[in-house]
């Protein structure tokens, strides 16, 4: 049951959830959201492939390393939402035209 | 047998708090959802034998990445129109990448053999700690620099100017 294949498919739709996410939603964090589901996804899928490997150790260098890397990631991605809303009066995507031509 | 339980538990539970992520039109039912995700993931990484990474996910991901979100979303909407705060756009053009996407992978997993068979359960801790001092060493050094150049810029971009 808890194979390879099994991890691959859950992680799968987590992706997808994710990538769904990210083009559908108007509201800068819900996009945000939909980067971290994505980067899990990834993430999870880095162990799977190690732990089925043998419990190879760079598998998990590499989920240690895009964790850390989410994290820097959304530091400066609220810091950019609480400086758009500043700017803006309000987080939606589709209001911040300025650099529109 | 217990294995098998837990992985199909987590994996629906996984699912359900992300599918709560992606549908919820209340951004903060999406945030706290989040939660539900980031916890599976962890649960997943016991089930694979990273227990350091499983620790990792718990202290970064649900002790500050999302109390940043819930921060951010506390901050940016008010409080009084909540219900409408997290609308969707773009179906036509999202539902098609999904779906291609999701068609792509089922074909890149029905093809070749994936049969690895079971792993026992290992404690990773020691490999990964001397791994980072020897053979990681360089990225570790760099991601360090990364977090503390992403950290400095974040607090700069928030700041307020000073004339």
Known sequence: ?101 | MLKDLVFLGTAVFTIASAATVAFSRNILYSGFALLGTFAGAAVFFILLSSDFVAVTQVLIYVGGVLILVLFAIMLTSKIGDMNITNRSINYKIAIPLLLLFLGMLTQLMSGGSWDFGEEKFQSMVVPIGNGLLTEYLLPFEVISIALLGALVGAVVIVRREIK
């Open chain 1, 1 to 101: 049951m808890a194979t390879l294949q099994s991890y691959l498919m859950v992680t799968a739709i987590l992706f997808g959830l994710g990538l769904f996410v990210v083009t559908t939603r108007r509201n800068a964090v819900g996009v945000l959201m939909g980067v971290e589901l994505i980067l899990n996804a990834a993430s999870i899928n880095f162990v799977a492939f190690a732990h089925f490997r043998g419990n190879d150790v760079a598998g998990n260098m590499f989920s240690i390393f895009i964790i850390v890397l989410a994290a820097a990631e959304a530091a400066v991605a609220l810091a950019l939402v609480i400086s758009l809303f500043r700017q803006f009066g309000t987080i939606d995507v589709e209001e911040a035209t300025t650099l529109k031509g």
